[in-house]
């Protein structure tokens, strides 16, 4: 083992170049990187924007960023530095969208991949009887949806913002309001093409290289990089009726969405939220939802409590589809328990419903307010654990205020495939619950500590009443912490890293293993 600290040596690249070990270890990184032969570059200067990310309190500084014009690019980089041990002491970061919140998609002194500059080849949609579209890894869901719509197809599992890559959501596992019916973005891909952690690109599917394709998909990055996916599709809804009703209690709100998430004839959709502390609520309400009757509505008080919103769609193609559709609205609306002025509908196209979040991230950034400290927390609660959860946190720990959307909505586990790296609850139902929390910019208090903490005491409860929760999107520090998290699926998690991983290159920023050498 040498390392390149004032030991001066030369160490053989296999191609009549060395290093040596008396530099600069930044100057001989910069050396040995620049000395492979790619089709895209390295940059080493202007590296600053991959040391940040959505999250915003998270800054390591990599020593170098690849943009990989081919696959090969990064196949050939990961191979280099497996082959060239201590004496590069590199770790690898693949970084899709940069949308991570506590530092995962970084590389402190490494090299982080931009995925999104990998391009090619071009999206391919297959249109038969299965149809699906192949992806570069680095693409934006806002890209792959915009293309299958030309084909009158789409994918049929999302999240609730687009401007996310590919890789970056198969890695954890994609959920949103389609999730109860088609399972998470991971339930719904046919092949992959992965660069292991040894440099070797592999194709994997449950057919082929079975283990390494289930391994990747909820996969923290730790197996390899996603540089292909086939994204299973279907045929695209035109329209979207996009319903809200409120809820003043919670319990029969909970019920409710799960008795929509277990039956057959359903929405198309099924999310919900919490809502703290907020007065003139209708009032607020988005302009573009209208109130099915405005006098009732205008009654309705909601006096600073807490509230819970049913969210919900419905898709149609046609004016015909849609009187069909109305009947079956109304239907379902029938069985719900929700407070009656409160029933808001509005209709918009699928693309708009889809990519609704990038309306609000617009106005935000016109504000300042889209780049400051997020620190979201992510947490899935077993079915018989809700009511004691919502019950000490949004009528204790939040009792009072919130400082972003807080999510809450359930998911049937049989949609979920257990040979998956993702990790659920032990129920057949469980909720995500989400606390969307921004740090917004105050002079003299420290605000990102303050939601840290509430953060904190969510999960110190979680812990506290055994409630059986599993963080989404986790994050631990220990790998006792991440040994807890996986469970009874550490083993298969730390077995496949050896096979695909064996140096711990990849993804270092997520903690679980230490770079080997
Ligand atoms: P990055 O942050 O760049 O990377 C995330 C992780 O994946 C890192 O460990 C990185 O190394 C790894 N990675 C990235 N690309 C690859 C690749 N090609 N191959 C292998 N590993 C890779 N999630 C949901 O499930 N549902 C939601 O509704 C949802 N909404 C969101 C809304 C917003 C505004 C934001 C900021 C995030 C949201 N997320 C949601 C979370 C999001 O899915 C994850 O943070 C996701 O990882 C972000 O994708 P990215 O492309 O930015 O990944």
Known sequence: ?????????????????????????????????????????????????????????????????????????????IKHVFKMGPSLNLTVAARGHGHSVQGQAQAPDGVVIDMEALKGPKLRIHTGKVPYIDVP???????????????????????DYLHLTVGGTLSNAGISGQAFRHGPQISNVHQLEIVTGKGEVVTCSEKQ????????????????IITRARISLEKAPKMVKWIRVLYSNFSVFAKDQELLISSEKTFDYIEGSVIINRTGILNNWRSSFNPQDPLQASYFRSDGRTLFCLELTKNFDSEETDIMNQQEVESLLSQLSYIPSTLF????????????????????????????????????????????????????????????????????????????SAVT????????????????????????GHLLNKNKRILDFCERANIGMKQYLPHYTTPKDWQAHFGPQWETFVQRKSSYDPLAILAPMHRIFQRQY
């Not at 600053?48 to 309190?57: E, T």
């Not at 509005?346 to 504000?367: A, G, I, N, P, Q």
């Not at 909505?409 to 998956?420: E, F, H, Q, V």
């Open 345 to 420: 509908t509005s209709e918009v196209t699928y693309l708009e419903f889809l990519d609704r979040v990038h309306d609000s991230e617009m106005k935000l950034r016109s504000k300042g307010l889209w780049e400051i400290p997020h620190p979201w927390l992510n947490l899935l609660i077993p079915r018989t654990q809700i009511h004691n959860f919502a019950q000490e946190v949004f009528g204790n720990i939040l009792k009072d205020h919130s400082s972003g959307p807080i999510l809450i909505y359930p998911l049937n586990k049989s949609k979920w495939d257990n040979r998956t």
């Open 137 to 159: 890894g680095g693409e934006l869901w806002i890209n792959v949806l915009q293309e299958c719509l030309k084909y009158g197809l789409a994918p049929k599992s999302w999240t």
């Open 1 to 77: 083992v040498l390392l390149l600290s004032g030991i001066t040596a030369n160490i053989d690249l296999g191609s009549n170049l060395t290093l040596n070990s008396s530099v600069d270890p930044n100057q001989n990184i910069t050396f040995s990187l620049q000395a492979l032969n790619l089709n895209g570059r390295f940059i080493f200067h202007d590296v600053h924007h991959a040391a940040k990310d959505f999250g915003n309190y998270h800054h390591y500084l990599p020593s170098a960023i690849l943009r990989p014009k081919a696959v090969s690019d990064i196949a050939t980089m």
């Open 425 to 448: 609850p032990d129920e057949n139902i469980f909720y995500m619950v989400a606390f969307l929390s921004s740090a917004l910019p105050s002079s003299g208090f420290d605000m990102l």
């Open 209 to 224: 290289n079975a283990d390494l394709f289930y391994g990747v998909l909820g996969g923290l990055g730790q197996f390899g």
